[in-house]
């Protein structure tokens, strides 16, 4: 039986932005948009008139914009929402996720010219609604105690074990909950390949940072990885860690044509494998598609252990499914005990000793 279409509203106020992503979803024999709205109160009125099972956002818009329109939307329904946002508006973008959009796809510089890869990924992003589970906003996730200086881990100490995470579509709200859940003094270091449109991975890594007791940045090539650091791969470049001298660095290299996925969490799993072995510690989070598997298995051979997002909680299934029938997950589990794992292994007793 053919399942039937998703149903979209489409939310701008730029007549030109409406009819080109119109245009975009139509070539999808899975999709129909059924309205289009130039404001957020238009929009409250054809969500109710309507009920579409998906929304395209923009967020400023007269009259009532889309930041308000989410608060509103949400407390009522919870309706999957994708933001459209130019290049220039990261902020924007990132408090959008906190209020409850899904996820968010940058805007081409100029409308009319709209590329195909743009085309595709907002459709494909469109039809991953179908199947998400509604994750709690960070603000009404349960806290951990705050950190009240990010100062207690020495400077230059080699981190203890690693920390690699894999996340896509529904990353960066798990990504928040997981960071807010790190203890001061964290021993460890964490590095994280989150797919995401360049230019947003800086200012995502600057809101980690505001929230998370360690110290989070983008990472940078050469970077000396230290312990209560986190680095948050740049989105378009491939990120890896080495040993050299006994200390960890990375390599930011634009990606090869053999990358599937960019940034490539296989890519780091594998490296992570073999500077740190058996102190190696994966984590795959929601998101679509396969990648990190091929990593992961590599990090179990190595002695290290593998922790997956359960379908309970993840946006979307893809990654942490696909590790989870390859079997390569040493434990499968909901996003918030995966960051209480993540930040127990503080407390675990981990040599500094190489692998």
């Known amino acids: 039986m053919t399942a039937p279409k998703l149903r979209v509203l489409v939310v701008d106020d730029s007549r030109v932005v409406r009819h080109v992503i119109t245009d975009a979803l139509s070539s999808s024999n899975e999709i129909q948009v059924v309205g289009h709205a130039?404001?957020?109160?238009?929009?409250?009125?054809?969500?109710?008139?309507?009920?579409?099972d998906a929304i395209t956002l923009d967020l400023e818009m007269p009259k009532m914009g889309g930041f308000t329109f989410l608060r509103l939307l949400l407390a009522r329904r919870s309706t999957p929402v994708i933001v459209l946002s130019s290049h220039d508006a990261t902020?924007?973008?990132?408090?959008?996720?906190?209020?409850?959009?899904?996820?968010?796809?940058?805007?081409?510089p100029d409308p009319l010219l709209s590329p195909e890869p743009f085309r595709t990924e907002l459709a494909q992003k469109l039809l991953l609604t179908r199947h998400l589970v509604r994750q709690p906003r960070p603000s009404e996730l349960p806290p951990r105690a705050a950190a009240s200086s990010k100062d207690h881990t020495p400077p230059s100490v080699p981190p203890r074990f690693l920390v690699v995470i894999a996340s896509s579509t529904g990353g960066p709200t798990a990504l928040l909950h997981l960071f807010s859940r790190l203890p001061p003094s964290y021993p460890g270091a964490i590095l994280v390949a989150q797919h995401m449109a360049?230019?947003?991975?800086?200012?995502?890594?600057?809101?980690?940072?505001?929230?998370a007791a360690v110290t989070v940045r983008e990472a940078v090539e050469g970077d000396l990885v230290l312990a209560g650091r986190a680095y948050v791969c740049p989105g378009g470049s491939c990120m890896t860690v080495r040993k050299v001298n006994g200390y960890p660095l990375l390599d930011v290299r634009p990606p090869d044509t053999s990358d599937r996925y960019v940034p490539s969490a296989n890519k780091l799993f594998s490296s992570a494998?073999?500077?740190?072995?058996?102190?190696?510690?994966?984590?795959?989070?929601?998101?679509?598609?396969?990648?990190?598997?091929?990593g992961a298995s590599q990090i179990r051979r190595a002695g290290g252990t593998v922790l997956v997002e359960s379908e309970d909680t993840a946006?979307?299934?893809?990654?942490?499914?696909?590790?989870?029938?390859?079997?390569?997950?040493?434990?499968?589990?909901?996003?918030?005990?995966?960051?209480?794992?993540?930040?127990?292994?503080?407390?675990?007793?981990?040599?500094?000793?190489?692998?």
Request: hydrophobic residues 50%.
């Open 91 to 108: 902020d924007n973008v990132f408090k959008a996720l906190d209020l409850g959009a899904v996820d968010f796809i940058a805007k081409p």
């Open 198 to 211: 360049p230019n947003f991975t800086r200012t995502f890594a600057e809101r980690l940072d505001r929230i």
């Open 315 to 355: 946006v979307v299934y893809g990654m942490p499914g696909a590790a989870v029938r390859a079997g390569v997950a040493s434990r499968v589990l909901p996003l918030q005990q995966i960051a209480d794992a993540v930040a127990d292994l503080a407390g675990q007793r981990a040599t500094l000793v190489d692998p």
């Open 273 to 294: 494998a073999d500077a740190f072995g058996s102190r190696s510690h994966a984590v795959i989070l929601t998101g679509m598609a396969d990648d990190g598997v091929i």
């Open 38 to 52: 130039s404001n957020g109160e238009q929009a409250l009125r054809m969500v109710a008139e309507l009920d579409p």
